[in-house]
């Protein structure tokens, strides 16, 4: 970041691993597949080391040789083992707080995700927290392709100079969108992919909201 925490006007965060703690659950959802398949499990350590975009190259890091229809149908595999206990998630430690505190410096919000955009809308509705963001832009699809395009146009959409803006996010593909948009980046090491990954971008790397939220002024 080049300047205060407090001083962004506009936060642009991502949703799964960064807001959401699901790596659990993706995690859990990719080991129903492998398992159905035929294939030995990972672990969660094992995940956060091999996830990137697009998520094909997660699929290929395990074993599997998919084309794009074979993607295709053990994406859809994939959400519906997903979307069966997505409920079960829980927001990361300290993301209200770091909501209610930007907003209270006068920054306002926005998700920018991977997830397929009715599923984004519907999820955030279901966890209350649709009217916090001013924008909500998702996927075309399931298929968890690139952000960078979108990131774009969802920094025209907002129509703010990319100087007051922050994007929050979770992944090296994260640190990608922020550098289209030309905003600055913070990376949070709690979600999809582990601290050793996302170190060496360029951007700043911190452990959790806490140290996020230790920069904001005390709230009276």
């Known amino acids: 970041m080049r300047k205060p925490l407090a001083e962004y006007r506009h936060a642009v965060w991502d949703w799964n691993g960064t807001l959401l703690d699901d790596t659990w659950l993706c995690c859990a959802s990719l080991n129903l597949l492998l398992a159905e398949d035929g294939h030995p499990s990972v672990d969660p350590e094992r995940y956060r080391q091999i996830f990137e ?32 206990r997505k409920l079960e998630c ?9 909501l209610d505190g930007l907003s209270a410096q006068g920054c306002s919000h926005s998700v920018l995700s991977a997830y397929e955009r009715t599923l984004l809308e519907a999820t955030l509705g279901q966890y209350g927290l649709r009217s916090r963001f001013r924008k909500a832009c998702g996927g075309d699809d399931i298929h968890a392709g690139s952000k960078k395009e979108r990131a774009r146009r969802h920094l025209d959409d907002l129509g703010l100079p990319a100087g007051d803006v922050l994007y929050v996010g979770d992944t090296a593909h994260d640190a ?8 600055d980046c913070v990376l949070v090491a709690h979600g999809h992919q582990h601290r050793t990954r996302l170190e060496g971008l360029g951007v700043r790397v911190v452990a959790g909201f806490s140290e996020l939220l230790a920069e904001l002024p005390a709230r009276i």
């Open 53 to 84: 975009f697009p998520v094909i190259k997660v699929y290929q890091a395990i074993g599997f040789t998919p084309d794009e229809a074979s993607f295709r149908a053990m994406s859809v595999r994939f959400m519906t083992a997903y979307e069966a």
């Open 90 to 98: 829980r927001l990361h430690p300290g993301s209200l707080d770091l």
């Open 176 to 183: 990608e969108s922020a550098r289209a948009m030309g905003v």
